[in-house]
């Protein structure tokens, strides 16, 4: 059964998709449980494809049984066995955590979120395992397509939000599209390991500059680089909390692999860093995005459009970490899409049970929320801390290669931009936990002496568990940043 | 020289953590929750004793926690200056435990609980920087420390306590994610390594602007130390209770402010290489400005535990300047300082409480004629001002004779002269306050004759410290010796 893992992978969550639409119309019960059914399938096969990996090295599937070029080739090494992990767990921990959400705000509309749910992992899981450009193509449409219906299920803002990031997420596509285009026209070839054998051999690269520079457009309107940020905060904060919880962490990070992907598979290393300018250009903007997000996100008033603008700075790590070029940057950067995930994660989730609790996510309405919902804050200041890079969470580890990596380039503007990102995280998170700390004052702005017990009124369990899972992970992962880094980013990294 | 592998130094630094949820759970029970801080702060105690024996024989223990990065890992490493610091931070968590008691019960103070958990946690932080064989390791208890006092230094959560937080905050994480964090990540990249050695970790052919570069970002972003200007977190820190002021803001934060520049510069640049460069001179002249304005500002003050932090920050810089003159007296009247300064501040602090707890005063304006009142506690309070000031029969004496000579011995004739200014300084403001207590007539501040002291609880641990500090300046040891050992290790290198 292992060698099917690449297409049981995709393959369970689809057909279940179609199986909860259809018994959808008689029972919306049976939806839940055959999510969750192929989802942890899903966890299984990643893992055990990951395993397979470690153990034999790079995996190939042919759909079909067609041989590539002309088939289609699901490619499996260390990177993406890694980000499939990584989609299953984050889709799995989310699905927990998001049936007290669905139930609670559009229960008659279950079945159709639950397939949805189902379909937009399978494309994104598709996405990670293929290779080959264009059926990426398609699979990025079909992500896409879900992602907007998931979106718009949210409250009343979240359809013309979903709007904004079809159009968005559809000029992106149609960017990356024309750039397999013109990668077609001068190579034949849509097979991503043919393509990277041909183009060193092509004598005039013009085609291949294009079509590299399109495909890279339309990843960075997908991953929200700034200043193509725009859709993201509202698309994120408006959506309902069970989508946005898997929609954050994932779809950024996913088109982050995608941009790597593209460079190690296809473009080639040589190609990619070789050009003289760009690199240094994709860093700039890189910069940018990372002290731009950070201050918008000191302007926004509610938690989930601050971790949104979070995650338009967390783009600019990993782009600017990546395009660095040398291995410190690199490992940095791939390190990050596990990280971010995770931390992105616990904070969604973190957000979704303040909002199942407050109905909403303004920052003036946490006051007392310490005393309220002390487990659940506790996950929220780990999570910080880990935003922030304090030692021994995660994030301290990825944005350690990074900085050494900026340093190692002589790039320290980038190394700049990281540390004033860390110190607006301290200012942001820090501004909130006051805020559920500190008692209201009053008039003549001393507090008063009463210490009124404010009374407990935390998620319920069913959200609490996931979390605490997550959060526990944010330290664990931390501490074996070492395993990771020798035991897989260090086995897919070229040699330039 | 390797040392034995040893689980002990963690449970040294984890004891206190573990204590955490046994405190949590019995809050409904205060005296079995103080039991267990108690317990806690005993059991450290005795195990950072149980390594001394090794230590003074010239070993070390040493342990790898976990592999964190190729080639870095959350390493401990007990020496003979780590030692000396856990011994002073954890011997003086069981007096402060004792006074925490009689001060937050006195004012019946809210959040009993979580104060005494973020104290445990305090501590687990303190001895993890005195017991860190690298400079991660540091790092990683440094920041946990800065986080863990948070709470405690916002604990009454009213606007002021806001607005200190923020202030307290601003400077110490800001500091040190902002200055110390990219220098370690230089110093790695430039050397490879982040583990101490006492020959120092750099080879000699960095360009000396670097390796200055370097040091002033270590030396400002430890903010802890509260070298100015990055010192005025330390007097808004006053409005924590003050048993927080005593073992945080005199003893555990600042010491372990000043104890990362001792390890940085001994063990990361070293002394002979700072030497060769005559970096030494710099520091010098920065810790010696911070000690002159930090007095000076001190005079000034009205509210006894300002005037305190103030003095506080001066003597910070004493340690520094020892150090700061790269030669053995020097860095032993430093090292002595940390011990010899920490007994007699903790002292003046457990007063002040204690001022506080039985009369409600927290001006010196307010207590004329107080000694009359408080005998004990103002007779405590000469001995700490005259172990800061530096004169018998405080054990204060001690170590800034070493200073003093450590300034002649490195030929810094200009800092001996700020020494003894400084000194003169002190007694300048801390005389004055003794005089006022004993000699001038109660005002209309409305003293009432006859003794009122503050509880019991209070008064014990202030009287024991006081003891402490007029015993060490017959007694100096384990201290001595183990700062004698130290600056032996790195005249020789590890």
Same mark, same amino acid.
């Given at each position: ?92 921990? $989310? ?243 596990? $990280? ?157 | ?424 300084? $002190? ?68």
């Amino acid at each position: 059964m292992s060698e099917q893992f690449p297409a049981l992978l995709i393959t369970v969550p689809l057909i279940s998709a179609f199986f909860i639409t259809a018994l959808g119309w008689r029972s919306a019960k049976p939806a839940y449980p055959i999510a969750l059914l192929a989802l942890a399938s899903a966890l299984f096969s990643s893992m055990g494809l990951f395993g397979e990996v470690l153990k034999h090295g790079k995996v190939s599937y042919r759909l079909g049984g067609w041989p590539p070029p002309f088939g289609i080739e699901y490619a499996v090494d260390a990177l993406n066995a890694f980000v499939l992990v990584v989609i299953s767990f984050v889709a799995l921990i $989310n699905l927990i955590a998001a049936k007290r959400k669905v139930d609670g705000s559009f229960s008659g509309k279950s079945p159709a979120f639950y397939a949805l749910y189902v379909m937009f992992v399978s494309g994104l899981l598709g996405i990670t395992v293929t290779g080959d450009v264009f059926n990426l193509y398609v699979l990025l449409e079909i992500t896409a397509l879900t992602g907007y219906a998931l979106i718009g299920m949210g409250d009343k803002h979240a359809p013309l939000a979903g709007f904004n990031y079809l159009i968005m997420g559809t000029i992106g596509a149609s960017f990356y599209l024309l750039g397999v285009g013109y990668l077609y026209l001068a190579t034949g070839s849509l097979n991503m390991g043919n393509l990277s054998e041909i183009i060193p051999t092509i004598q005039s690269k013009q085609t291949i500059i294009f079509a590299f520079i399109f495909c890279l457009l339309g990843l960075f309107i997908k991953m929200a680089l700034f200043p193509l940020h725009n859709w993201l905060p509202n698309a994120y904060s408006y959506s309902p909390p069970a989508a946005s919880g898997l929609i954050a962490p994932l779809t950024t990070k996913v088109m982050i692999y995608v941009m790597i992907r593209l460079v190690y598979s296809v473009f080639t290393p040589a190609f990619s860093f070789g050009h003289p300018i760009l690199p240094t250009v994709f860093i700039w903007l890189a910069i940018i995005a990372i002290v731009m997000g950070s201050l918008l996100a000191l302007a926004q008033k509610n938690l989930l459009k601050i971790l949104s603008y979070i995650i338009v700075a967390e783009v600019g790590y990993m782009v600017g970490g990546f395009w660095l070029g040398n291995s410190d940057g690199m490992t940095g950067a791939i390190l990050h899409i596990a $990280n971010d995930a995770l931390m992105t994660l616990c904070l969604f989730l973190v957000a979704g049970n303040f909002i199942f609790v407050l109905k909403n996510d303004r920052l003036e309405s946490f006051k007392g929320l310490i005393h309220k919902m002390p487990l659940t804050m506790a996950a929220f200041i780990i999570g910080a801390l880990s935003i922030i890079g304090v030692p021994p969470t995660c994030g301290f580890f990825s944005k350690w290669y990074l900085i050494k990596g900026g340093i190692e380039a002589g790039q320290y503007g980038f190394v700049a931009a990281l540390l004033f990102s860390s110190l607006v995280n301290v200012i942001l998170f820090f501004k909130i936990i006051e805020i559920t700390y500190f008692e209201p004052e009053t008039k003549d702005g001393h507090s008063l002496h009463h210490h009124v017990a404010i009374p407990r009124e935390e998620a319920p369990l069913s959200m609490l568990i996931p979390l605490a899972i997550t959060t526990l992970l944010l330290i664990g992962v931390g501490l074996y940043s070492k395993e990771i880094v020798t035991g897989i980013i260090q086995h897919v990294l070229p040699t330039i | 020289m390797e040392g034995i592998e040893s689980i002990r130094p963690l449970l040294a630094v984890a004891v206190s953590i573990l204590a955490v949820p046994l405190i949590m759970l019995s809050s409904r029970k205060p005296n079995l929750r103080e039991g267990w801080t108690f317990l806690a702060a005993g059991l450290k105690f005795l195990i950072v004793l149980s390594l001394l024996p090794l230590i003074l024989d010239g070993g070390s223990y040493t342990l790898t926690i976990v592999q964190v990065l190729p080639g870095l890992g959350i390493k401990l490493r007990v020496d003979s200056f780590g030692i000396l610091f856990a011994l002073v931070s954890s011997s003086l968590w069981i007096v402060t435990s004792a006074y925490s008691i009689g001060y937050m019960r006195g004012l019946k103070e809210h959040s009993q609980t979580r104060y005494f958990c973020f104290f445990a946690l305090s501590l687990s932080a303190t001895i993890g920087v005195a017991f860190s064989a690298n400079l991660l390791t540091l790092y990683l208890f440094y920041e946990m420390l800065s986080l863990a006092t948070y709470p405690l230094v916002t604990h009454h959560q009213d606007a002021e306590a806001r607005k200190s937080g923020r202030k307290y905050l601003a400077y110490i994480v800001g500091s040190s994610i902002g200055l110390v964090l990219p220098a370690m990540l230089a110093i790695y990249y430039l050397t490879g390594t982040l583990d101490f050695s006492y020959q120092g970790l750099f080879t000699g052919t960095e360009s000396p602007l670097v390796i200055l570069l370097l040091l002033l970002l270590m030396i400002f972003g430890f903010a802890k130390a509260g070298i100015m200007p990055f010192h005025s977190w330390l007097p808004a820190a006053m409005v924590a209770p003050t048993p927080v002021s005593a073992l945080l803001h005199a003893v555990a934060v600042v010491k372990v402010g000043v104890f990362c520049i001792v390890r940085v510069v001994t063990g990361v640049f070293g002394v002979q290489f700072l030497q060769t460069l005559q970096l030494g001179t710099v520091l010098c002249y920065i810790a010696a400005f911070t000690i002159i304005t930090a007095s000076l500002i001190a005079l000034a003050q009205d509210n006894l535990k300002a005037r305190l932090a103030f003095s506080t920050v001066g003597q910070l810089s004493y340690i520094v300047l020892g150090v700061a003159l790269l030669s053995p007296l020097g860095i032993t009247g430093g090292m002595l300082h940390i011990a010899m300064h920490a007994f007699g501040k903790i002292t003046l602090f457990f007063c002040a409480g204690a001022i506080f707890v039985a009369t409600g005063f927290k001006n010196i304006s307010q207590l004329n004629g107080i000694g009359r009142k408080m005998p004990f506690t103002m007779g405590a309070f000469f001995v700490g001002s005259m172990s800061v000031i530096g004169v018998p029969p405080g054990g204060g004496f001690i170590s800034k004779w070493f200073l003093v000579l450590g300034t002649i011995e490195s030929d810094q004739w200009i800092m001996l002269v700020v020494l003894l200014v400084s000194s003169i300084l $002190n007694a300048a403001y801390f005389l004055p306050i003794v005089y006022r207590a004993f000699f001038h007539p109660p005002g209309e501040t409305g003293i009432s004759t006859g003794m009122e002291e503050a509880p019991s609880f209070c008064l014990i641990p202030l009287m024991f410290t006081a003891f402490c500090s007029i015993v060490l300046l017959f007694f100096p040891q384990p201290f001595y010796s183990l700062a004698e050992q130290s600056v032996r290790m790195i005249t020789q290198g590890w």
